[in-house]
């Protein structure tokens, strides 16, 4: 066994490593990726494991006195009788703006004098922080005295244009990074209530910092419809032109449409810039399908979430009549997308987004009668739509050195964009940052010269 000296003098010789940490808090599961600007064989990003898998369950559960992350109904049923808080993410927008109903599918646990969804958020990002730097120090073979984490959070695009819950997101994000540096791991992913609660009391009265610029708040939180085209626009597949990209998530639906705009430089058009023009969320996804195929086949709704990775083998078997109006829901939700964005577009692009490429993303990409309701364009034209899937970038790969398997970049896609920093990512612009676009008027008689 090496002595202390020896220890320290090994950690004393390393370079210290800089590693970006992309957090995708999701509403079911959140995803968890970092970039090594220094490995081996140059700069790479890796998938973080936990268990053997890649999904970590953004689920809390409460005993009445002990909160316990990274759980979830379906994979620890030796908990006993404890209330599981799921959404968590979305049932803090419904808090701070008090749209209850608005951002989630699902109940809440009624616990008298129970945790609230932002402190359990709060709690959730600190957990994954700590899981994220327990993996890298693992993977690089360092002590976490010799790595440094700069940590991005991905939140909707419609929470970041939304001042309230943009201004909330980043205190989430703030204070867990500060638990994390005043507490370090959530041990076995516990923590007493009344010990978190003062906690995050303490934490809460460190002076803020100042207002934070543009460039760097994106460096805290980004939105995620941006962080998951990021590998897109570097992709040399994928030219500039419209596109719609669509996520649907556990109990969330996103639908975007945006540009690649390019730029003439160095003797050459590149890929340039993105621009949002419409977004919007609706709270359905595929915890309502599950919900909906379960009570098809007489499953107890609370173990619909066994179906969880079968919905295309049971919409096989038993048509979609079952989850027909979650499919016109979220085809809704694509066209009502579609509304904002039409008018700040010029004749000639919106003739362009007659032929827009979407991208989907999240589980509900991979079921095929999903994709089905997405082909035909907003605004009802004959042809349909070219559905296109994320590619795996060459430089991603899962910490126990397996290759990433296609179907899973849908998922991945939002944690990976989030390990660049704002600087090396294209210039992007949100829908509430684009004006209408100007429209010609209309020539009108001038009744004093007839």
Not at 128 to 141: D, M, N, Q, T
Not at 277 to 289: I, L, P, Q
Not at 382 to 388: C, K
Request: charged letters at 25%.
């Amino acid at each position: 066994m090496p002595s202390a000296c020896c220890v320290c003098k090994r950690v004393y010789d390393m370079e210290r490593r800089f590693i970006r940490l992309g957090i995708d808090y999701g509403t079911s599961t959140s995803k968890l990726v970092f970039r090594d600007p220094k490995a081996q064989d140059g700069e790479k990003a890796y998938v973080i494991l936990r268990e053997g898998a890649f999904r970590i369950p953004s689920s809390v559960a409460y005993t009445g006195q002990e909160l316990i992350f990274g759980s979830s109904p379906e994979q620890h049923t030796d908990l006993g009788k404890v209330a599981w808080f799921q959404s968590v993410k979305m049932r803090v927008a419904e808090e701070v703006t008090g749209k209850y109903g608005r951002f989630c599918y699902g109940p809440w646990p009624n616990v008298s004098d129970g945790p609230s969804a932002n402190e359990l958020a709060v709690l959730s990002v600190w957990f994954l922080i700590g899981e994220a730097e327990k993996a890298v120090c693992h993977h690089l073979g360092f002590p976490k005295e010799m790595v440094s984490l700069s940590v991005t959070l991905g939140i909707p695009m419609k929470f970041f244009e939304n001042e309230m819950l943009r201004k909330e997101f980043l205190r989430i994000a703030r204070l867990a990074r500060r638990l994390h540096e005043k507490c370090g791991l959530l041990v076995d992913g516990r923590l007493g209530l009344a010990t978190a609660r003062e906690l995050i009391r303490q934490c809460s009265e460190l002076p803020d910092e100042m207002s934070v610029p543009d460039g760097d708040l994106r460096n805290l939180i980004r939105p995620e419809s941006e962080a998951a085209m990021c590998p897109t626009v570097k992709s040399p597949a994928v030219a500039e032109g419209p596109y719609a990209e669509v996520d649907i998530g556990a109990g969330t639906s996103h639908a975007t449409f945006f540009s690649i705009l390019p730029a003439f430089r160095h003797q050459r058009w590149l890929k340039d810039r993105l621009c949002f023009y419409g977004t919007r969320s609706e709270a359905v996804g595929m915890d309502a399908v599950d919900a909906a195929l379960a009570a098809r086949n007489h499953i107890p709704h609370e173990q619909s979430l066994l179906l969880r990775g079968h919905e295309r083998a049971e919409i096989d078997k038993i048509g979609t009549a079952a989850i027909e109006q979650i499919l016109q829901r979220i085809r809704e939700n694509y066209v009502l997308a579609w509304r904002p964005a039409a008018p700040k577009l010029s004749w000639a692009e919106r003739d362009r987004f007659r032929n827009h490429e979407v991208f989907l993303v999240g589980g509900g990409s991979l079921v095929p009668a999903i994709a089905r309701v997405l082909v035909t364009h907003p605004d009802g034209y004959d042809h349909e739509l070219r559905l296109r899937s994320l590619g795996v970038p060459s430089d991603l790969s899962r910490t126990d050195g397996r290759s990433i398997a296609r179907e899973d970049m849908p998922f991945l896609a939002v944690a990976y964009g989030l390990t660049y920093y704002a600087a090396e990512i294209p210039e992007t612009f949100t829908p509430d940052q684009v004006p209408p676009a100007p429209r010609p008027r209309k020539p009108r008689l001038d009744w004093e010269e007839m």
